[in-house]
């Protein structure tokens, strides 16, 4: 990764400061194109318990960490807006009093969330929320709230602590030890200047922080708290450069929007943005999908109830598959698989587009998601009606894309199946970029698989939750050691003549002999054509 000019290897953090607001994930539009839209502690050490009382997890439903946060009163959390932003609060539970975020704590499940009012105005500025819990928060000496800083007097090179689970170095998983890490701020000017940027990177709504060499933020802990050593809160996690490297990490904390006087009721009512309405930035872990289920418990899902990666595969070879595309951000990060069906359309599962349209590209003409050969821009996102309703049911969308695909040799559109021909044992392959074995990385090659066809009675009869197969739902009969695990949702299902007939919906983790299920496109084929027709069919 090459920074903007020859700096020294330090790294730059940046937040929402609580002496103005701040969102500023720059993409590829402007000089810090390369930041990371989470941020993980890197080299820092492991905090002792109680060291951040204030500290929470913001978790899915199933118990799946995806962001910090700071508590600020019996019945608030502040956070990061692009933690929360798209999420349903009966999907989110703020996790406290502990510094093991997937250990015994209390858990509380959310009541609200009030965005900043200008969050996302402009692009990447005012991230910052408020989360307002269903019940009051029960004080202990592991759990208190941080009081917030009123003025802007931050010197420079004063001493400032994060925290956040995350991880040691790049590449490896989440620690479940909260990890705290000393920066030393350093002046918006000095900021812009050490690092080529201007007052439109980093404004009076930003606070930079320059970590150690070889220490800093990585994919991980937006939302958490920024504290100086009287234990104030000074900023939250916003975005930042990973990991560890030159031109590294940045983090911005935001501080005169929010007047923060002390009266919550008077910071609600400057970030009076309805939960519902609110924009999708982040869908819970950025990196590919599919929803994994298990027990309504947790069970294994420790990493990513919705994600779904390839198990037992092998490498695709150069042009073998050209439709597979894949859905990725725009700092460069494989989000989702999917499937070009027309020039300007692409098939993919809903649950991976809960990102605006101004966040995703889509890649073509590569087995290797890190080696784009075109990149294409969306112009729109068209997802079921019905997406999720019942939950797991109608996961299937559309991308619509700015200009159309330039076809060759190894970027094709693939023909859809128009009625459900399949019968039991057909063999069926599936393509995506999976680790190859569960909870390992993903494969920067493309990978594909050879399943079997599993009829829609067998397959009720074998996954764990039955009301969650519906009858726009395909199976395979998924041998040990061969399937669907951390990663790929949206990805293809193809016969032998090479025609889609699913596309990657959720699965059992990992490949442990239980079906995995697919949207139909059979089922879905009228809806498919009359979307592209620009009707509004369900």
């Known amino acids: 990764m090459k920074n ?38 890197v080299g820092g050490e492991i905090a002792p318990q109680a060291f951040a009382p204030w500290q929470v997890s913001l978790q899915n439903q199933y118990g799946n960490h995806f962001c910090g946060g700071a508590i600020i009163d019996d019945q608030y959390v502040v ?30 499940e959310v009541e609200d969330v009030i965005f900043h009012c200008n969050f996302d ?32 007097e931050l010197k420079e090179g004063e001493n400032l602590t ?36 201007n007052r439109n990177d980093i404004d009076e709504g930003h606070l930079c922080v320059q ?71 982040i869908n819970l872990f950025a990196y590919g999908h599919t929803r994994m289920i298990s027990n309504p418990e947790p069970l294994e899902l420790k990493k990513s109830l919705t994600e779904s990666r390839i198990i037992g595969g092998v490498a695709v070879s150069e042009g073998s598959a050209p439709y597979q595309v894949s859905i990725q951000n725009t700092f460069g990060e494989h989000v989702c698989g999917g499937s070009i069906i027309a020039p ?34 969306v112009d729109e996102i068209k997802l079921h009606c019905l997406h999720n309703r019942p939950i797991y049911h109608n996961d299937i969308a559309l991308v619509h894309l700015t200009k159309p695909i330039a076809y060759n040799k190894r970027t094709q559109p693939i023909k859809l199946a128009k009625r459900n021909y399949l019968k039991d044992n057909d063999k069926l392959i599936l393509t995506g970029w999976g680790s190859i074995k569960p909870w390992g990385h993903y494969s920067d090659t493309l990978q594909k698989v050879e399943l079997n066809y599993l009829n829609h009675k067998q397959c009720a009869a074998h996954v764990r939750n039955s009301a969650w197969l519906g009858k726009g739902h395909i199976c395979t009969d998924t041998r040990p ?21 699913g596309v990657v919906n959720f699965g059992e983790p990992c490949a442990v002999g239980y079906p995995d299920a697919f949207a139909s496109v059979p089922f879905y084929y009228t809806w498919i054509k009359a979307t592209m027709a620009g009707l509004n069919v369900c």
């Open 211 to 281: 970590p150690p060499s070889g220490t800093g933020a990585c994919h991980g802990d937006t939302g958490g708290p920024l504290v100086n050593e009287e234990g104030v809160l000074v900023g939250v996690g916003n975005f930042g450069v990973p990991c560890d490297k030159q031109f590294n990490v940045r983090k911005v904390i935001n501080n005169k929007n929010l007047e923060a006087t002390g009266s919550i009721k008077a910071i609600e009512s400057k970030m009076s943005v309805s939960f519902t309405t609110a924009i999708s930035l």
């Open 4 to 41: 903007q000019r020859e700096v020294s290897p330090q790294i730059l953090l940046t937040f929402a400061s609580f002496a103005t607001s701040l969102y500023d994930r720059r993409t590829q539009e402007i000089k810090l194109k390369q930041l990371s839209k989470e941020t993980l502690i």
């Open 121 to 152: 105005k402009p692009l990447y500025h005012n991230d910052i929320a408020l989360i307002k819990l269903t019940t009051l928060i029960a004080y202990d000496e592991k759990t208190q709230n941080i009081t917030i800083a009123e003025l802007d």
């Open 79 to 108: 956070t990061a807006a692009s933690c929360v932003a798209g999420l349903q609060k009966n999907n989110l539970k703020v996790v406290t009093s502990t510094n093991i975020w997937d250990g015994e704590a209390w858990q509380y």
């Open 344 to 377: 300007q359309w692409i098939l993919t599962a809903g649950h991976c587009l809960e990102w605006p349209k101004q966040y995703l590209k889509i890649i073509t003409g590569t087995v290797n998601w890190t080696q784009p050969e075109a990149e294409y821009l």
């Open 162 to 197: 994060m925290t956040g689970w995350g991880s040691w170095s790049v590449g490896q998983d989440y620690p479940v030890e909260l990890k705290k890490l000393e920066v030393t701020y350093i002046s918006n000017e000095n900021c812009r200047r050490l690092y080529g940027l």
């Open 481 to 501: 050691g061969k399937g669907s695990c951390i990663g790929d949702s949206g990805g293809p299902l193809v016969d032998a003549s090479y025609t889609q007939v």
